[in-house]
């Protein structure tokens, strides 16, 4: 084995995370210079092939944040800062987005800091402005979430050591797309086309993976109520592939949607999960939500789960029965789970 393939925690590591981070970074390269090409066409392919690449990115992320990618620690640090760059969620820091993620396998809970129900019901004209966004299938509600991730040391009182830091962000990545917008705005435009189809695919994954409502007690001495109850987190934890037939179509999200695998086996390499859903669960498809029925909630629900009704979280099923209703299309989903916003 040579040292850099010994780097990598599993002995595969070199092969699948070695070629998922060149694609990510070719793919981030190539559609950002895809961008300004002359051709409409080549550009907007080029948004297609930017926004998957920052996708890639984004779960790679992921994986550096439970420690998955190399044996050493700093090494993941170092990576998950890098990918933080490409696929914008360097705002805030690796560390922060880490901790939070962390904390939602830990407590078993959705810990939040923003509680964005009271923000709607507080701020009516922005809710109808959202829904009608959404509407337009513009994922308003994470930009929402994006948005104040971008100034979240000037929010969050309990971030404000990192004002500096943050300031020097904002002005490296504004003053780029700044100057981008001023000098070719149609790249520009597509560079933010690209960042919601992002954002799209990665809430479309997060979607339907828990039935737990989230829990704004991030900065609190509040004890979440199971934390560390494996039983119900398997209980309420639901794997969406895109496919169950066909293991290498799921490498299109880096085979996120073996998140009850994930959850049981949080540091297991994404390219092990699908081996390990079937050594858990069984080679039953009934197992797992079909791409189909996923693809009907998202459509059908999509204004009306920004803000659940009373009747909603009191009809809503839980456990089996939510596994049961989502795979008949007949749930609601949910908004703003995304791993990367720390808060």
Known sequence: MTPLAAAFRDRQGLRYYGGACAYA?????????????????????AALLLAHGMTIAAYLLHECAHGSVFRHGPANVRLGR????????????FEDLRWAHLRHHVD?????????????????LCLRVVRVLEWLYIPAHELIMHFIMAFSSFVIP?????????????????GIYGTVLWLHP?????????????????????????DYDYNPIMYSDVVPPHRGDRAFEREHTFSNPLSFAHERVNWLTLNFGWH?????????????????????????????????????IFHKQRVRRIQWSEADQAEAPEGREFLAAARAGKVLGGNAASFLTSF
């Open 260 to 296: 009850g695998a994930h959850h049981a086996r949080a540091n297991a390499p994404w390219f092990r999960l699908p081996t390990l859903h079937r050594e858990l669960f069984g080679d039953d498809p009934g197992e797992v939500i079909p791409l189909w029925p996923q693809l009907v």
């Open 158 to 174: 309990e971030r404000r050591d990192q004002r500096a830091r943050n300031l020097w962000v904002l002005a490296i990545r504004g």
């Open 108 to 124: 078993v809970d959705d810990i939040v800091w923003f509680d964005y129900e009271r923000f709607f019901r507080a701020h009516p």
């Open 82 to 93: 890098l990918l933080s760059w490409v696929c914008g969620a360097c705002y805030g820091t």
């Open 25 to 45: 970074l070719l793919a981030w390269g190539l559609g950002l210079a895809g961008l300004f090409h002359p051709s409409i066409w080549v550009a907007a392919a």
């Open 186 to 210: 149609r790249a520009a435009l597509l560079y933010a086309l690209a960042y919601g189809i992002m954002i799209t695919l990665l809430r479309f994954m997060d979607s339907l993976q828990h």
